[in-house]
């Protein structure tokens, strides 16, 4: 999916990147070939209405392409506290204009997206910028959107105890470089959380004190939460039909 | 040295293995060297279920804990994303097994938040008392397997005893006496059925003539005090550096509570208080965890008077499934009207009615992060869609997973029994934990 979308232009890549193929039926792909942009703006193709996009759906609806929507940032002003918020950062950061790459502003939520190396920086800012005060680094995470070149993104959820806001920060990294600065020496609960983000994604924090798996065995092979990991299972028989294993399933997304 | 005990030497320098009771040979074979590492769980009854804790001791001081954890780990995040939103709930509500109502409702209440949607009055005061109960429950759990741990049986009990109860009437209003799978995108599952608010008054009335019974039992108690007090101490600060969240955080005196400071379920509306220690011990804790049960009760009470007759499912049809359910002769809820109209009158409404349970509803593509306070801290749902009808991706942020970190900081430079004291203090789930 095409990564060029300028910031706060809407770009539109061709609908003739529709692999009318690749979506339902087939085994561990319950995912279209649809990308999701990490502002929350999906580009989705085929059959928003019902069914499969392989043909084997009847209605009619099957074949219809969305046009998909580019990555955006929100243009200002964001409403409510987000500007005060977001030029209280600006102010305080020096490096916030060649780090933040966007900023987007959905269902009443801040996201500020950063370039990997700067995770660090950013966590320092908002914990004691006194106008920022993030003091509880809420949650970390990881997502896959196989779409994206940069397709492991590390979410950060941070939240200000002192002004009872919340904000999101989110880096990209590719699998072939998946390094992140670690932000366990701010933000100490970030430990069990970035090892969990390791074990599951393959994100590696760097100056993590133990980086090591925590939930999965310690010689497991993989990252089981990363989109292309198969879940795995066996087909169950129920009174004379075999109900295949739940990724093989037909998915309707 | 015994058979029980082999040892090999290491370049750490030598390590006994203990398999059975010969303890003075392992005493004597170590000689001089007073460091010991001692390996407790993931079997053992008082580690709250299967966690494992590496202690290295020097006599009975605990010079450094690490916690280990995975045991329970079941793949639900992964799982989720191959089924659609509604069954989601079936597995959100098999994390932390002992607040399955609140994972529910953080889930669905994400869910919504994508979907831009409200949920009818009466479903939130229902999600509100049934959160309430839940809560109640959870912490006499809390009560029951922390004074096991701590050699207060009459606590695991009565703790037990009363928290039945409160199954009973989960059960009678949902169905199940755990992993109830009752709240849903868009309300409840079902409304609440004949005489639960009946008996959900009862429940409150046998509260409290039993919850002051914990306070009789345990308050003025040497030893329960002996054992808590000045335990397990962290401070605000370090509750926040490392993220701890709940009455862990309330009980070092930061009135934190989701529900006063990040309103959602129209908790503003119930008048009740966010009961604080200034302690940071286990004691505080207690303490803590005694007055929210009384707190709780206050909400429900609230809640039953809130009752307003309406609608407990969205009446959108193209999210809601059919909540005025009957028992079916399978035994399984139906509803009857619903299967009427379907099968006997309408084929559109037949179709429509397979899509939206086999294939579900699409949910817009974007992600939120909806946090509540569960009985142990801010449960957290970040989730993420792609605009399908299955989840792209949930991560709950567990506050079981995040607070077990604290058990490093509150162990080390303790007792060896106080380290028992310092995990029933943080009171982990290890469902939620590993999920």
Same mark, same amino acid.
């Given at each position: 999916?095409?990564?060029?979308?300028?910031?706060?232009?809407?770009?539109?890549?061709?609908?003739?990147?529709?692999?009318?193929?690749?979506?339902?039926?087939?085994?561990?792909?319950?995912?279209?070939?649809?990308?999701?942009?990490?502002?929350?703006?999906?580009?989705?193709?085929?059959?928003?209405?019902?069914?499969?996009?392989?043909?084997?759906?009847?209605?009619?609806?099957?074949?219809?392409?969305?046009?998909?929507?580019?990555?955006?940032?929100?243009?200002?002003?964001?409403?409510?506290?987000?500007?005060?918020?977001?030029?209280?950062?600006? @102010? =305080?950061?020096?490096?916030? /204009?060649?780090?933040?790459?966007?900023?987007?502003?959905? %269902?009443? +939520? &801040?996201?500020?997206? !950063?370039?990997? @190396? =700067?995770?660090?920086?950013? /966590?320092?800012?908002?914990?004691?910028?006194?106008?920022? %005060?993030? +003091? &509880?680094?809420?949650? !970390?995470?990881?997502?896959?959107?196989?779409?994206?070149?940069?397709?492991?993104?590390?979410?950060?959820?941070?939240?200000?105890?002192?002004?009872?806001?919340?904000?999101?920060?989110?880096?990209?990294?590719?699998?072939?470089?998946?390094?992140?600065?670690?932000?366990?020496?701010?933000?100490?609960?970030?430990?069990?959380?970035?090892?969990?983000?390791?074990?599951?994604?393959?994100?590696?924090?760097?100056?993590?004190?133990?980086?090591?798996?925590?939930?999965?065995?310690?010689?497991?092979?993989?990252?089981?939460?990363?989109?292309?990991?198969?879940?795995?299972?066996?087909?169950?028989?129920?009174?004379?039909?075999?109900?295949?294993?739940?990724?093989?399933?037909?998915?309707?997304? | 040295?015994?058979?029980?005990?082999?040892?090999?030497?290491?370049?750490?320098?030598?390590?006994?293995?203990?398999?059975?009771?010969?303890?003075?040979?392992?005493?004597?074979?170590?000689?001089?060297?007073?460091?010991?590492?001692?390996?407790?769980?993931?079997?053992?009854?008082?580690?709250?279920?299967?966690?494992?804790?590496?202690?290295?001791?020097?006599?009975?001081?605990?010079?450094?804990?690490?916690?280990?954890?995975?045991?329970?780990?079941?793949?639900?995040?992964?799982?989720?994303?191959?089924?659609?939103?509604?069954?989601?709930?079936?597995?959100?509500?098999?994390?932390?097994?002992?607040?399955?109502?609140?994972?529910?409702?953080?889930?669905?209440?994400?869910?919504?938040?994508?979907?831009?949607?409200?949920?009818?009055?009466?479903?939130?005061?229902?999600?509100?008392?049934?959160?309430?109960?839940?809560?109640?429950?959870?912490?006499?759990?809390?009560?029951?397997?922390?004074?096991?741990?701590?050699?207060?049986?009459?606590?695991?009990?009565?703790?037990?005893?009363?928290?039945?109860?409160?199954?009973?009437?989960?059960?009678?209003?949902?169905?199940?006496?755990?992993?109830?799978?009752?709240?849903?995108?868009?309300?409840?599952?079902?409304?609440?059925?004949?005489?639960?608010?009946?008996?959900?008054?009862?429940?409150?009335?046998?509260?409290?003539?039993?919850?002051?019974?914990?306070?009789?039992?345990?308050?003025?108690?040497?030893?329960?005090?002996?054992?808590?007090?000045?335990?397990?101490?962290?401070?605000?600060?370090?509750?926040?550096?490392?993220?701890?969240?709940?009455?862990?955080?309330?009980?070092?005196?930061?009135?934190?509570?989701?529900?006063?400071?990040?309103?959602?379920?129209?908790?503003?509306?119930?008048?009740?208080?966010?009961?604080?220690?200034?302690?940071?011990?286990?004691?505080?804790?207690?303490?803590?965890?005694?007055?929210?049960?009384?707190?709780?009760?206050?909400?429900?009470?609230?809640?039953?008077?809130?009752?307003?007759?309406?609608?407990?499912?969205?009446?959108?049809?193209?999210?809601?499934?059919?909540?005025?359910?009957?028992?079916?002769?399978?035994?399984?809820?139906?509803?009857?009207?619903?299967?009427?109209?379907?099968?006997?009158?309408?084929?559109?409404?037949?179709?429509?009615?397979?899509?939206?349970?086999?294939?579900?509803?699409?949910?817009?593509?974007?992600?939120?992060?909806?946090?509540?306070?569960?009985?142990?801290?801010?449960?957290?749902?970040?989730?993420?869609?792609?605009?399908?009808?299955?989840?792209?991706?949930?991560?709950?942020?567990?506050?079981?997973?995040?607070?077990?970190?604290?058990?490093?900081?509150?162990?080390?430079?303790?007792?060896?029994?106080?380290?028992?004291?310092?995990?029933?203090?943080?009171?982990?789930?290890?469902?939620?934990?590993?999920?």
């Amino acid at each position: 999916m095409s990564e060029s979308g300028v910031e706060g232009k809407i770009t539109v890549s061709p609908g003739g990147e529709h692999d009318p193929t690749g979506a339902a039926g087939t085994g561990g792909t319950h995912l279209t070939p649809s990308a999701v942009s990490p502002g929350g703006l999906a580009a989705r193709h085929g059959s928003d209405m019902f069914g499969a996009a392989n043909g084997s759906d009847t209605t009619g609806f099957g074949g219809l392409v969305e046009k998909p929507v580019a990555k955006l940032s929100t243009p200002k002003p964001y409403g409510g506290w987000f500007d005060e918020a977001t030029d209280a950062l600006e @102010a =305080a950061w020096p490096g916030f /204009a060649d780090n933040v790459l966007r900023v987007v502003v959905d %269902r009443g +939520e &801040l996201t500020v997206y !950063v370039k990997p @190396a =700067a995770v660090l920086e950013i /966590a320092r800012v908002l914990r004691d910028e006194p106008n920022l %005060r993030f +003091e &509880l680094l809420s949650s !970390v995470s990881g997502v896959d959107y196989p779409a994206d070149d940069a397709r492991l993104h590390a979410v950060y959820h941070f939240t200000s105890l002192t002004y009872r806001r919340r904000l999101r920060v989110e880096a990209a990294v590719t699998f072939e470089d998946p390094h992140l600065p670690s932000v366990c020496s701010v933000y100490p609960t970030a430990d069990f959380q970035e090892r969990e983000a390791w074990d599951m994604f393959g994100i590696v924090f760097d100056g993590h004190p133990a980086l090591t798996r925590i939930l999965m065995p310690d010689d497991w092979d993989g990252h089981p939460q990363r989109k292309d990991y198969p879940l795995g299972g066996i087909p169950v028989e129920y009174k004379g039909a075999s109900i295949p294993p739940p990724d093989e399933r037909r998915s309707y997304s | 040295m015994s058979a029980y005990t082999p040892e090999r030497e290491t370049t750490e320098g030598t390590v006994y293995t203990v398999t059975g009771g010969d303890w003075d040979a392992v005493v004597a074979g170590a000689g001089d060297d007073q460091r010991m590492v001692v390996n407790m769980g993931p079997q053992h009854p008082s580690t709250h279920g299967v966690l494992r804790l590496v202690l290295e001791l020097e006599g009975e001081t605990v010079t450094s804990a690490r916690t280990v954890i995975g045991y329970l780990h079941t793949g639900i995040e992964k799982n989720m994303e191959y089924r659609n939103w509604t069954q989601g709930v079936t597995f959100v509500t098999r994390m932390d097994y002992l607040a399955p109502i609140f994972n529910e409702t953080a889930y669905c209440l994400a869910v919504e938040k994508l979907l831009g949607i409200e949920v009818p009055e009466r479903a939130t005061t229902i999600r509100v008392l049934c959160m309430e109960i839940n809560r109640i429950a959870s912490h006499l759990v809390w009560l029951a397997t922390g004074g096991m741990e701590l050699g207060a049986l009459t606590a695991m009990t009565n703790g037990f005893r009363e928290r039945e109860l409160c199954l009973d009437v989960l059960e009678t209003i949902t169905g199940l006496r755990m992993n109830h799978a009752y709240i849903r995108p868009g309300g409840v599952s079902q409304d609440l059925p004949p005489g639960a608010v009946e008996k959900v008054r009862e429940l409150l009335e046998t509260l409290e003539e039993r919850v002051p019974i914990v306070d009789q039992l345990l308050t003025g108690q040497p030893i329960w005090q002996q054992r808590l007090q000045d335990v397990a101490y962290l401070d605000v600060q370090g509750c926040l550096a490392l993220g701890v969240t709940g009455p862990i955080l309330r009980s070092a005196g930061l009135a934190w509570d989701l529900r006063k400071t990040q309103p959602y379920c129209g908790y503003e509306n119930y008048d009740f208080e966010v009961p604080t220690a200034t302690t940071a011990d286990g004691w505080g804790r207690f303490q803590v965890r005694v007055a929210e049960m009384k707190e709780s009760m206050k909400i429900v009470e609230q809640a039953l008077d809130r009752l307003q007759p309406g609608p407990v499912m969205i009446e959108d049809k193209k999210i809601g499934w059919p909540a005025q359910l009957a028992l079916g002769s399978d035994g399984m809820g139906q509803s009857l009207d619903h299967v009427k109209k379907i099968m006997g009158t309408s084929m559109e409404a037949l179709i429509h009615h397979f899509k939206l349970v086999t294939e579900g509803f699409r949910v817009p593509a974007g992600q939120v992060y909806v946090p509540i306070e569960s009985p142990r801290g801010e449960l957290g749902v970040h989730a993420v869609s792609d605009g399908g009808t299955r989840p792209f991706r949930v991560h709950v942020r567990e506050p079981s997973f995040v607070n077990l970190q604290s058990a490093s900081a509150m162990c080390e430079g303790s007792l060896i029994a106080d380290a028992i004291a310092a995990v029933a203090s943080i009171d982990p789930v290890m469902g939620g934990v590993d999920r």
